[in-house]
Every structure is written in structure tokens, then in C-alpha cells.
């Protein structure tokens, strides 16, 4: 009977020191999967790697960075899906930053808003204002939006830029210029009679430091026809 406890203790640490060489040699592998799909520039070769490296090793980062990769792809949900959309305290800024990206970019303007406003209060800078400012236009929240964007002209620094993709070839335009554009936007919603000069006015400010600031131009157009007198 003792004999037999033995054997059975015996063949289960065998079974026990086989799964864990294992598991060994199976991250050793994933580990070299992963650095060979990262030198070769295959995105889904070291999406496939990072998932087998979780699963064998969980670790929080690592979904963290997943996410990231989804996220950079486009794969908006993919990346939600890896961490949540939970505002958790414990969240790491890239956490928050995939799950303010992806939002903003699957049409969630409030609770985008939330992760862009987690990342203001760690790091205020001019880039989150406007963003808040927009997604707060989006929202109808125009008083918020106009303290983001006052904050963020006040803010601004001159080597600034903001890209904008509405047309084929996406163009760069200055920060100033693209806050400026904002705040129009801002200023017309609020009161879209008595202020229609005004936001003009702002537009026009804009067009002058960017000239191929084309939203502002389409935006312009859009408010001017607004003050053309109705043909009879």
C-alpha cells in the first residue's frame, strides 16, 4: 500500500516537472515567434505570438500592449474586446489611451470623452484639450467644450501641428490654426444667429495662419451661405 502512494507521488512530479518543461519551452518558442514577426514587420504574426504568450503567462501589460496594436490597426473592437471599457483607477495610460481612441473612433463620444479627460488630468496639454472640445461639441456639452479649447489656445506652442484626414490626402495644419477652427465651431453652436459674424470672423483667423486648412474653408463656405439673402 505504501509502495503504491509512492508510485503515485512519483509518476504525479513527473507529470508535474514534464508540464512545466513544457510550458518552458513553449514561451522560449512564442518569445522567438515574437521577436522573429517583430523583425519581419508581420503585425499579425506578433498579434497570433502576444496571444499564445498571454494565455501561457498572463500578464496585464501585455494585453495592455495588444490592445495598443489593435487599436494602431484599426481593429477598434478587437482592442476593447482585449481590455474593457471599464474606467478602472488601476487602468495604465496605455490603457487609457486605446480605449479613448477606440471609442472616439467606433462613433462613443461620451464615453470617449471620459478616458481623453483621465488622460488631461495626468498630462494637460493643448493635443487632449482639443480633443475634449471636440468630442464635447459632439455632445452638446459647448460650455465644456469652450473652457478645453480657451485652455488649449493658451496653451499652444507654435511647433503644434494637428493632422485631419476629410480629404484623399491627409494634411498637417497648425495647432493654433486647428483650436481656432474649434472654437468657431463652438462659438456658432452656442448661438448660431447672433453669433454667425463671430464665427466667421474666427474662420477666417484660421484660414490666415493655415491656407490649406480645408475643413475651415468648407465650414466658412458653409456659414456664409447661411447669411446669403433667399432668392424670391
Known amino acids: 500500500m505504501i509502495m503504491k502512494k509512492i508510485l503515485c507521488l512519483v509518476v504525479i512530479m513527473a507529470s508535474m516537472s514534464m508540464t512545466a518543461q513544457t510550458k518552458t519551452e513553449l514561451l522560449k518558442h512564442f518569445e522567438g515567434y515574437y521577436k522573429q514577426m517583430k523583425n519581419q514587420g508581420d503585425v499579425q504574426g506578433v498579434i ?3 496571444t499564445h504568450l498571454n494565455v501561457l503567462q498572463p500578464s496585464q501589460q501585455r494585453l495592455d500592449t495588444l490592445a495598443y496594436i489593435y487599436v494602431s490597426e484599426g481593429r477598434n473592437l478587437e482592442a476593447l474586446n482585449t481590455i474593457g ?5 488601476t487602468d ?7 480605449k479613448a481612441l477606440a471609442l472616439k473612433a467606433l462613433n462613443q463620444p461620451q464615453r470617449a470623452v471620459i478616458f481623453y479627460e483621465v488622460l488631461f488630468q495626468k498630462e494637460p496639454n493643448s493635443y487632449l484639450a482639443y480633443e475634449i472640445a471636440d468630442l464635447k461639441t459632439q455632445t452638446q456639452d459647448l460650455a465644456g467644450a469652450k473652457a478645453s479649447v480657451d485652455y488649449g ?3 499652444v506652442k507654435d511647433e503644434m501641428k494637428k493632422a485631419f484626414y476629410e480629404t484623399q490626402q491627409p494634411y498637417d495644419v497648425s495647432m493654433k490654426g486647428a483650436l481656432t477652427y ?5 462659438l456658432f453652436n452656442m448661438n448660431k444667429i447672433d453669433n454667425l459674424d463671430q464665427a466667421i470672423g474666427l474662420l477666417d483667423e484660421a484660414l490666415v ?3 490649406n486648412f480645408n475643413l475651415a474653408q468648407i465650414s466658412k463656405d458653409a456659414l456664409q451661405a447661411m447669411k446669403a439673402p433667399k432668392k424670391e
Open 182 to 186: 474649434l472654437k468657431a465651431i463652438v
Open 153 to 155: 489656445l493658451a496653451n
Open 85 to 89: 471599457i471599464d474606467n478602472n483607477a
Open 92 to 98: 495604465s495610460n496605455i490603457s487609457t489611451e486605446v
Open 209 to 211: 495662419m493655415d491656407a
Open 48 to 50: 497570433n505570438a502576444m
